[in-house]
């Protein structure tokens, strides 16, 4: 099959955020299935690494909220209202002024269009409607939204509002307009306001290499690593820090890696890295890794980075979502006293030489098995199977 793969932001250089890795996985299970993928989208303003071969560059544009200037930010807020869409959908759509249309036109014919993320159905409502389509549901994204407003003091929780409801009408308008929904848990799939049971799969996510992790000299008892720009992830890291880092021993050595909000401090004991170049070799220093998310929809790729590591780890239940099955040295624990306490216990066995990294081969042979099914039958119901 010939598909288009409509995204946001083209991939470009190594991925680095949780949306990167998923991207490299949808886009690698497909080319495994034999399709031939056309890429068309955006680059990050900027961008020093050039999109892969078969890719077309709609336009650059700064698109993460945290690095955009006040100026940038009044723009989108005008352009949403005077188009009716929530602002992340309106980026796109400003940005794109008829071209991704015209691309498209001029490179096809395609079997199909895939649609990474329900923002790209509301900026450019008509792929849908023109083409057979199926859609990458990343998250619930109007439940993000609502969560994210939750949190937020009065005006940003009118605006998370605001962006919630127009959500979720594009969200009830793609799953009923694309042949079918991949989504990356079970309880997205049943997270949306329409029924989609008989029209989605859910697909298991995997880093896109497999490569075991270095030997290399411990630099920190317990790592973080993720987009922290990202609400839901920040606000994870925000609870980790006040209510969890306090009731550590002093002796603990705390890592952070991600790209952070200009800004960001941590307690006296924690390290902000930033983005790392080499996330394997970050995981790969760290004794156990803390995945500390309290918030969000759809799967989380730092969680799938540990367990394909083997590395042992401390999660909230909501970092485990879309998990059925466990490695045996990763405890869930959803209170600050518990989530303190399983760290302490993990780090000291560590230490002590009583546990360590599991052999991960079994999850990443199921993860594999289950997500070349999910693609299989996504494609039949595009073919019209």
């Known amino acids: 099959m010939r598909l288009a793969f409509i995204t946001s932001l083209l991939p470009a250089g190594p991925p680095q ?10 886009l690698r299970a497909l080319e495994e299935a034999g399709c031939e993928v056309q890429l068309f989208g955006f680059l990050r303003e900027g961008e020093g690494h050039a999109p892969p071969p078969r890719s077309t560059v709609i336009d650059h544009l700064v698109i ?12 989108w807020m005008l352009g949403a209202v005077q188009r009716g869409l929530p602002v992340i959908s309106a980026k796109l759509a400003i940005a794109d002024g008829g071209r991704l249309r015209a691309s498209l036109k001029a490179s096809g014919p395609f079997d199909g269009v895939v649609i990474n993320s329900a923002p790209v159905a509301g900026a450019f409502p008509w792929l849908a409607q023109d083409y057979p389509a199926l859609l990458v549901a990343h998250n619930v994204e109007h439940a993000t939204a609502a969560e994210n407003a939750r949190t937020s003091h009065v005006v940003i929780e009118a605006l998370y509002r605001r962006e919630a409801r127009l959500l979720r009408a594009i969200e009830n308008r793609a ?8 989504c990356f848990t079970q309880d997205d799939r049943t997270g949306f306001d329409v029924d989609i049971t008989d029209k989605s799969t859910v697909m298991p996510l995997m880093m896109p290499e497999c490569a075991a992790l270095p030997e290399v000299e411990p630099a920190h008892d317990i790592g973080l690593i993720g987009t922290w720009t990202w609400q839901p992830n920040l606000a994870g890291l925000r609870w980790f ?29 924690v390290t902000l890295l930033g983005r790392v170049p080499d996330a394997n070799l970050f995981v790969a220093g760290c004794r156990v890794m803390a995945l500390a998310s309290r918030t969000g929809t759809g799967v989380q790729l730092k969680t799938i980075e540990t367990f394909q590591s083997g590395r042992p780890a401390v999660a909230t239940r909501s970092s485990v979502r879309g998990f059925s099955q466990l490695p045996g040295n990763c405890l869930v624990a959803d209170e600050a006293e518990g989530f303190a306490a ?14 360590g990294p599991v052999d991960p081969a079994l999850f990443i ?9 999910a693609v299989a039958r996504g494609l039949d119901a595009l073919r019209g199977h």
């Open 365 to 373: 042979s199921r993860q594999r098995a289950h997500l070349s099914a």
């Open 241 to 269: 820090f006040d209510a969890v880092v306090p009731l550590l021993p002093e002796d603990f050595s705390i890592g952070v890696a991600g790209r952070l909000p200009q800004g960001a401090a941590a307690p006296a004991r």
């Open 342 to 355: 399983a760290l302490i216990k993990l780090v000291r066995d560590v230490r002590a030489e009583r546990s």
């Open 17 to 26: 955020s949780g949306f990167e890795i998923a991207n490299a996985c949808v």
């Open 175 to 182: 799953l009923a307009d694309c042949r079918h929904i991949w």
């Open 64 to 75: 993460e909220n945290a690095v955009a200037t006040r100026m940038q930010k009044c723009r």
